[in-house]
């Protein structure tokens, strides 16, 4: 390490039992002017109790809208190596799945293009490559798509959707999370590359209810795995359980939200029509217990961290959905959603921000769905009704 | 050299096929049950037979130096096959039960964790903080490294009552979980942005500057003949949004920024919905590098939390049957007007009723 | 004559002492428990003895010969002591048990029914309607004597899973107890105001009609160099806010006018916090005397729930069990976009998760 | 009854088990032409399904700005008896008890003065006589308070405040509701007879948390009787209702909103500290079980029908508070709330919309109140805090 390296805040940082990113930008530290300036700055911001990182710029690669977020040393001066570090959102693969063989070809692009650090991943799922100049991103893309990578979104575009393992490796999943995530990729690259929705969209897709990727808290779209027919029973994996000695009483019945559940000496009892598919009393008996056979996604709408008008969970939209290959009813619905958000949504203004600026009933007469009561919690409270319907005069009615 | 072969673009993703352990392959879609065989070790049974996953904390923001080493590994263990989960921890999938042992060993040689699994703490949602962006109010890496060096034992052991879930942001935009964990840590400006009235006029359009304020707190004015704008004090929220359609209003005040401690979120839907998190503290010094004050007021509420919950009841779960009431006493935190909500739907948040602990 | 005594102002009403039984002086605050011994016949238990209250409906807009009839009978049975709940049933208070039978049959003789207690329909909180108000979308009266006739039974007799409240209100400010009871009726207006442009500008101050309205529907306008306002009907929600500030603007419209049912409300603290009163039916016609569409949607949503919910379940914590969507399935109800709540705080009505039924 | 008397509709009404408010008002039509024409122009609402009155007009007795409900037919040619129609608002008797002597008197008076019809009792919980003319207002008025009764409120002003049976006939009550009612009934005549409030202001009195009078829905301020230890258990009786073979188990326990109920054969044991006074265990075992002995009242504010914003339910303000004579803490803080709301609130303003404008917090900084945990559900979950103490520059914190 460089004498010029005094770090003595960050280096406190290097000691105790969870992994350090300090650590981290160090072994980079050696090679790479870019690591020692971004450790020299952090320490300053350690020190001063303050960022110094201008207001982003707009850099990135030609033809593209988003995908690169551009970020300028507030001190180039002093901090020569970070005057550039701009970061480059890379979509990662469905599920997070990758083989050493090709992530070795992306940290050796990396290495050579930019700084080498890297978020895996950043909060919507992309692989963040973290610090690169303007003159490199040309280059970095290049490198990258020739091996079969390409860039994520920024700004008001689509963001690269992200799924839970589902069928690769979860006993819960209820549709294939994995290949809806990689056609809508697909499906929507111009959307993700080129800004021109009024604000970003983000997909989230779980497998069930357990919702692994946020979709519910995350995502401007979820695609969320549900059933609607009974609870499948294993009875002698059932029966096990209860020999074992677990108290199925206290942890799986008395935690059913709606009371539904029965335990009948060895055999359990669930009232289907009453459940409302949380999930629990198949978490807690996997062996036993799994999703029904009619199976599906709920899709909600909405979902956004507070700024402005405060956090929004996303909203039941359409409560069941079959996710099947080629998935036309999913990109129609998209679609639908995406022609009525652009022609009546304001500028900054997210999808659920938009539900609740224009009412849900005529954001689904706006998407032509019928209104159903799985889309609530209940009925209005208040008597302010729109009345559209009503007689006239002469007898006409409307 | 690059600029002679063919501009591909919009090639999207790689196809996951590649990606997938063949025996994951065989068992797709046919899973039948998992069991935890220890903690961040997970046994998944297919009719193909069974997949073993070893799951490894990741500080998440990392060197090539990191993922090769991962790669190494993976390439030793699990055939090259890894993958990384939606809370950045790495997994390795492991066709043989007899590679457990010495790929833990070695991932524990790295310095890095074995855990993450059921009733755990796992890896933290985090983001940029002074790392990399403009709008941060602390640092997001640090504060984490300073959290979980003190939490690690839950992240390694599986003696929570349940899944624990933390979260850290280092501005009110909460790019990541912050709005629906278990535990947050959010970084909060405290003064209105100040106004550099030279660049303002260059940098900003006044309108989109005006408008972007959700509480009308920004007019347009003129200094010394040059349109900008003012802030009325009283109304700023210090919420950031001014300043992310106009640089030249930063936020950032050394001597007021600082980091808040919210509680009682939750996004799964086992047994109750998902949940929003409260605000426990409102307001801890920044204290770089250790950030001794937050440290601690986590690990008081992990503590409490884990010394009175009952099985498989997150934070927010424990909080609603006990009461916030008897919360605050428990944490020893003190309840202040900042707890009572002011914003849109404030009135939602009143107590409507006589249901009340004493 | 009665100018001549001097002029009393500000007394207040009168000492209640005076109108407790002696038997109740004597128990006053020392009650040790109560039984219900039949339907309008309660016991309440105390060391000085016990009192037998026997509570009888009435049609609350009563004449003074009602009245008096009602005090004939307690100068008979209860020593002429008796008073009113707050759902307007009389109550005799006897001091002896032996005048219960007596005095019930006296009381049916009247015409009036002894019933009302435990898990029973009782007495319908209600409001002018037709007979006094000038706001009145539908009479109350009426509605509630055609709907109490068919739901006598409920009163006199204690077969209901648990109390069940009915409200009617005439209009939307639903003087009474509407939007928190188990089953509501509600007149409703459907168009807007009519406004008469003649009489408007010597009626009502312009400024304070137009911020009368609180969905900003009233703009200020002239006609004929006559100083008004006009409606945007696209913007109005007949709520009759401008009408209660402005006379010049009635929205009584025979074609339109009608009923909305509402369920699902309640008030006191048992098991559950009390719960708004949710939209069931929007729209059901004015069909005096007997509004037959709004007496049989009644009586069938009473039906399924006496049929279904489990002991001590009201109507709201029923539906809560069992789902709104089976709730409309039950009751044979539409669906449709009214339903959806588009007020101020819609968005906490949405279904924010992925608990369902299907 | 006389031969114009023809309300074939209206007759209707008089069929059925349910006592007939029609012919109440017919037993009066032979004596009052009032009664009659109220009849014809019912009879004529009935035919044209709308009402026939006038917006009401300003009327009253002398010194007095509330109390009574002008009412003029719109159709006085056609229906002269209720060319006038006036309504006299009637403070009830705390518990709304009566003896036959002293309403005897008021029986007498309206048939003199008025239309002899009444509501027994108004929403509000007023004893309402139901039409008169402008011109017998104050006679009317001079008759009533030569026997002991006063006029209610209308208008923006105090309304009759009213209460539940409470320790009248009631073992739940946890104060003594008649006996504040009457208090403050009489402490604040002027603010009942002189609206001078921005909007109307309801008081109603409940003695426990089953709220008998429907407080915490229907009135701007609710006094709800509670305890604060622990409920009284009879064990004795707790025993005799298992034995009466009563299914405890199902009826009570589960019914727990908190859980907190055991029973352990014979005996109930009851977790306090998690009990939410919702008073269920105690309805459902009356004779067992009863409020604990530390007993006074929660106070809520603001509660109000739907106009214009939506209806409310009262909010906890005072969480617990003593209320025994001479209720001088009840006082107090009546005028504490009064006098921040007449500054600081807008016309038709509800107190309960004036609190949700100006936010909870400011409002207990206005009327000198701490904020507790008690007075809300949970604490916020949007960031958007106001910060009041900071840091400046010269180190001067504040
Ligand atoms: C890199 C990343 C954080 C991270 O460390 O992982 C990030 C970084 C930024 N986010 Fe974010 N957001 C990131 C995920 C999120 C998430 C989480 C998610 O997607 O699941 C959220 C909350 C969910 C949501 O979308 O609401 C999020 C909510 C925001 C917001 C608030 C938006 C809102 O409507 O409330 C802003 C402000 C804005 O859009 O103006 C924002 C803005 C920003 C900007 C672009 C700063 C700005 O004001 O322009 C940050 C750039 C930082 C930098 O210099 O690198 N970011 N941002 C995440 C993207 C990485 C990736 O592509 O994988
Ligand atoms: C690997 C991962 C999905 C992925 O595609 O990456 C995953 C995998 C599994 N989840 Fe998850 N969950 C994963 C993120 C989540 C998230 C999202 C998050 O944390 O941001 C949630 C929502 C958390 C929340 O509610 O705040 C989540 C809520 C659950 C739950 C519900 C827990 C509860 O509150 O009861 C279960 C059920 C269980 O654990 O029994 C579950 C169950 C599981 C199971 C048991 C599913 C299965 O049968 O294989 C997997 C192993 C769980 C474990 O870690 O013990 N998973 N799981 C994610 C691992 C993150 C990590 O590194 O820790
Ligand atoms: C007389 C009256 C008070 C008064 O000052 O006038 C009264 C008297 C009693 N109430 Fe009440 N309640 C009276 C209006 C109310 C109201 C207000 C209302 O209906 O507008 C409520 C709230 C209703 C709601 O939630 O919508 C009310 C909710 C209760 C409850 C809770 C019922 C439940 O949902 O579980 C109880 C407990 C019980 O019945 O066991 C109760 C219990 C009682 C007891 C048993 C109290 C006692 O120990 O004496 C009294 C006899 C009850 C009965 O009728 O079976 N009282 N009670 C009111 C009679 C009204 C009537 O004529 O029917
Ligand atoms: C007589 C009575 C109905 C009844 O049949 O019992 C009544 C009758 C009227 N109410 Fe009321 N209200 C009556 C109890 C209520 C109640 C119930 C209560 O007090 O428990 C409410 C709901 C609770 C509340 O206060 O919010 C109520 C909420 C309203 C409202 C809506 C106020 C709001 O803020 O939402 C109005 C409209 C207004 O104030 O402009 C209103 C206005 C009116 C007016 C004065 C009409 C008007 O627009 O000016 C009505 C006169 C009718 C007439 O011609 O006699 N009345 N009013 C009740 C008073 C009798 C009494 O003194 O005992
Ligand atoms: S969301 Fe469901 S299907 Fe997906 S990984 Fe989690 S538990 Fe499995
Ligand atoms: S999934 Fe949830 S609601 Fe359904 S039976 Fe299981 S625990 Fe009950
Ligand atoms: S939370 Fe704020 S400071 Fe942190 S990365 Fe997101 S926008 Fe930047
Ligand atoms: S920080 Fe937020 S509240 Fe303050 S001026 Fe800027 S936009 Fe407005
Ligand atoms: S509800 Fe409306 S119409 Fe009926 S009495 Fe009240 S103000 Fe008049
Ligand atoms: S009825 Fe209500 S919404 Fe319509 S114009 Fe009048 S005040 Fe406005
Ligand atoms: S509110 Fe309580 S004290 Fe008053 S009558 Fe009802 S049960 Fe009794
Ligand atoms: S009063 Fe309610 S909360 Fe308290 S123990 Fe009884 S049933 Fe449970």
């Given at each position: 390490?460089?004498?010029?390296?005094?770090?003595?805040?960050?280096?406190?940082?290097?000691?105790g039992?969870?992994?350090?990113?300090?650590?981290?930008?160090?072994?980079?530290?050696?090679k790479?002017?870019?690591?020692?300036?971004?450790?020299?700055?952090?320490e300053?911001?350690?020190?001063?109790?303050?960022g110094?990182?201008?207001?982003?710029?707009l850099?990135?690669v030609m033809?593209?809208?988003?995908?690169?977020?551009?970020?300028?040393?507030a001190?180039?001066?002093?901090f020569?190596?970070?005057?550039?570090f701009?970061?480059?959102?890379?979509?990662?693969?469905?599920?997070?799945?990758?083989?050493?063989?090709?992530?070795?070809?992306?940290?050796k692009?990396?290495?050579?293009h930019?700084?080498?650090?890297?978020?895996?991943?950043?909060?919507?799922?992309?692989?963040?490559?973290?610090?690169?100049?303007?003159?490199?991103?040309?280059?970095?893309?290049?490198?990258l798509t020739?091996?079969?990578?390409?860039?994520?979104?920024?700004g008001?575009?689509?963001?690269?959707?992200?799924?839970?393992?589902?069928?690769?490796?979860?006993?819960?999943a209820?549709?294939?999370?994995?290949?809806v995530?990689?056609?809508?990729?697909?499906?929507?690259q111009?959307?993700?590359?080129?800004p021109?929705?009024?604000?970003?969209y983000?997909?989230?897709?779980?497998?069930?209810?357990?919702?692994?990727t946020?979709?519910?808290?995350?995502?401007?779209?979820?695609?969320?795995g549900?059933?609607?027919?009974?609870?499948?029973?294993?009875?002698?994996a059932m029966?096990?359980?209860?020999?074992?000695?677990?108290?199925?009483?206290?942890?799986?019945?008395?935690?059913?939200?709606?009371?539904?559940?029965?335990?009948?000496?060895?055999?359990?009892?669930?009232?289907?029509?009453?459940?409302?598919?949380?999930?629990?009393?198949?978490?807690?008996?996997?062996?036993?217990?799994?999703?029904?056979?009619?199976?599906?996604?709920?899709?909600?709408?909405?979902?956004?961290?507070?700024?402005?008008?405060?956090?929004?969970?996303g909203?039941?939209?359409?409560?069941?959905?079959?996710?099947?290959?080629?998935?036309?009813?999913?990109?129609?619905?998209i679609?639908?959603?995406?022609?009525?958000?652009?022609?009546?949504?304001?500028?900054?203004?997210?999808?659920?921000?938009?539900?609740?600026?224009?009412?849900?009933?005529?954001?689904?007469?706006?998407?032509?769905?019928?209104?159903?009561?799985?889309?609530?919690?209940a009925?209005?409270d208040?008597?302010?009704?729109?009345?559209?319907?009503?007689?006239?005069?002469?007898?006409?009615?409307? | 050299?690059?600029?002679?072969?063919?501009?591909?673009?919009?090639?999207?993703?790689?196809?996951y096929?590649?990606?997938?352990?063949?025996?994951?392959?065989?068992?797709?879609?046919?899973?039948?049950?998992?069991?935890?065989?220890?903690?961040?070790?997970?046994?998944?049974?297919?009719?193909a037979?069974?997949?073993?996953?070893?799951?490894?904390?990741?500080?998440?923001?990392?060197?090539?130096?990191?993922?090769?080493?991962?790669?190494?590994?993976?390439?030793?263990?699990?055939?090259?096959y890894?993958?990384?989960?939606s809370?950045?921890n790495?997994?390795?999938?492991?066709?043989?039960?007899?590679?457990?042992?010495?790929?833990?060993?070695?991932?524990?040689?790295?310095?890095?964790?074995?855990?993450?699994?059921?009733?755990a703490?796992?890896?933290?949602?985090?983001?940029?903080?002074?790392v990399?962006?403009?709008?941060?109010?602390?640092?997001?890496s640090?504060?984490?490294?300073?959290?979980?060096?003190?939490?690690?034992?839950?992240?390694?052991?599986?003696?929570?009552?349940?899944?624990?879930?933390?979260?850290?942001?280092?501005?009110?935009?909460?790019?990541?979980?912050?709005?629906?964990?278990?535990?947050?840590?959010l970084?909060?400006?405290?003064?209105?942005?100040?106004?550099?009235?030279e660049?303002?006029?260059?940098?900003?359009?006044?309108?989109?500057?005006?408008a972007?304020?959700?509480?009308?707190?920004?007019?347009?004015t003129?200094?010394?003949?040059?349109?900008?704008?003012?802030?009325?004090?009283?109304?700023?929220m210090?919420?950031?949004?001014?300043?992310?359609?106009?640089?030249?209003?930063?936020?950032?005040?050394?001597?007021?920024?600082?980091?808040?401690?919210w509680v009682?979120?939750?996004?799964?839907?086992a047994r109750?919905e998902?949940?929003?998190?409260?605000l426990?503290?409102?307001?801890?010094?920044?204290?770089?590098?250790?950030?001794?004050?937050?440290?601690?007021?986590?690990?008081?509420i992990?503590?409490?939390?884990a010394?009175?919950?009952?099985?498989?009841?997150?934070?927010g779960?424990?909080?609603?049957?006990i009461?916030?009431p008897?919360?605050?006493?428990?944490?020893?935190?003190?309840?202040?007007?900042?707890?009572?909500?002011?914003?849109?739907?404030?009135?939602?948040?009143?107590?409507?009723?006589?249901?009340?602990?004493y």
């Open positions: 390490m460089a004498d010029d390296l005094k770090t003595p805040l960050l280096d406190e940082l290097e000691q039992p969870w992994p350090s990113f300090v650590k981290d930008i160090k072994s980079m530290a050696g790479k002017e870019m690591a020692k300036d971004l450790l020299r700055q952090l300053k911001s350690y020190e001063d109790k303050r110094y990182w201008k207001h982003g710029g850099v990135g033809g593209y809208g988003g995908g690169v977020i551009g970020r300028y040393s001190l180039p001066e002093e020569p190596g970070v005057s550039h701009h970061t480059m959102r890379i979509n990662q693969t469905s599920g997070w799945f990758y083989t050493s063989e090709a992530l070795r070809e992306i940290t692009i990396w290495e050579e930019g700084s080498g650090l890297l978020n895996v991943h950043g909060s919507t799922g992309d692989l963040v490559l973290l610090g690169t100049r303007t003159e490199e991103l040309e280059p970095t893309f290049r490198a020739e091996k079969g990578w390409d860039l994520g979104g920024s008001s575009d689509l963001r690269t959707p992200s799924c839970c393992v589902g069928p690769a490796r979860c006993e819960n209820c549709f294939d999370t994995l290949a995530n990689y056609n809508l990729t697909h499906q929507y111009d959307e993700l590359h080129r021109m929705f009024n604000y970003k983000k997909i989230k897709i779980s497998g069930c209810p357990n919702d692994c946020a979709a519910i808290a995350r995502s401007d779209m979820g695609i969320i549900i059933w609607k027919d009974d609870i499948q029973v294993d009875s002698k029966a096990d359980y209860v020999d074992s000695g677990m108290d199925v009483q206290g942890l799986v019945v008395e935690n059913c939200p709606t009371g539904c559940i029965q335990l009948d000496g060895k055999e359990i009892r669930i009232d289907n029509s009453n459940c409302v598919k949380c999930m629990h009393c198949i978490n807690v008996l996997p062996k036993a217990l799994s999703p029904g056979k009619e199976r599906g996604a709920a899709i909600t709408l909405g979902a956004k961290a507070p700024i402005v008008e405060g956090a929004l969970f909203s039941v939209i359409i409560p069941f959905m079959k996710i099947e290959e080629p998935f036309e009813e999913v990109h129609d619905l679609e639908r959603i995406w022609e009525f958000w652009d022609e009546h949504g304001t500028s900054r203004e997210r999808i659920g921000e938009f539900i609740e600026r224009v009412s849900l009933a005529a954001f689904l007469e706006g998407i032509g769905e019928k209104p159903l009561p799985q889309m609530i919690k009925p209005r208040n008597p302010y009704v729109f009345y559209e319907e009503y007689f006239a005069e002469e007898g006409e009615g409307e | 050299m690059a600029t002679e072969v063919e501009r591909k673009t919009d090639i999207g993703p790689p196809h096929d590649q990606f997938l352990h063949p025996l994951i392959k065989e068992n797709y879609g046919k899973w039948q049950y998992h069991e935890t065989l220890a903690p961040g070790v997970l046994m998944h049974h297919g009719p037979g069974d997949i073993y996953t070893v799951r490894v904390s990741s500080p998440r923001l990392v060197s090539v130096n990191f993922l090769n080493a991962i790669m190494d590994l993976a390439d030793k263990y699990s055939d090259g890894f993958r990384f989960t809370r950045n790495v997994e390795f999938l492991l066709a043989s039960k007899d590679n457990i042992e010495p790929l833990k060993q070695e991932v524990e040689a790295l310095g890095l964790l074995v855990g993450g699994t059921n009733n703490i796992s890896n933290v949602v985090h983001t940029q903080g002074w990399h962006c403009h709008s941060a109010a602390t640092d997001a640090g504060l984490v490294k300073s959290v979980m060096d003190e939490l690690a034992e839950y992240f390694t052991s599986m003696k929570l009552p349940a899944k624990l879930r933390v979260a850290v942001a280092c501005c009110l935009n909460m790019c990541g979980a912050v709005h629906a964990s278990d535990i947050a840590i970084g909060v400006h405290r003064t209105p942005p100040k106004i550099d009235n660049t303002l006029p260059n940098l900003c359009e006044i309108p989109t500057t005006v972007s304020c959700p509480n009308n707190a920004i007019r347009p003129s200094i010394e003949g040059k349109a900008t704008v003012k802030v009325d004090e009283e109304k700023c210090y919420c950031g949004n001014c300043y992310t359609v106009c640089p030249a209003m930063p936020l950032a005040d050394p001597l007021n920024d600082g980091v808040s401690i009682g979120g939750k996004i799964c839907n109750t998902p949940m929003f998190t409260k426990a503290i409102p307001y801890l010094p920044n204290n770089p590098p250790r950030w001794p004050e937050v440290t601690s007021a986590v690990k008081k992990v503590e409490i939390y010394a009175n919950a009952k099985p498989y009841e997150r934070v779960e424990w909080i609603n049957r009461g916030w008897q919360f605050f006493d428990m944490a020893g935190i003190e309840f202040t007007k900042y707890h009572l909500d002011d914003f849109r739907h404030a009135g939602t948040t009143y107590r409507r009723s006589l249901h009340n602990r």
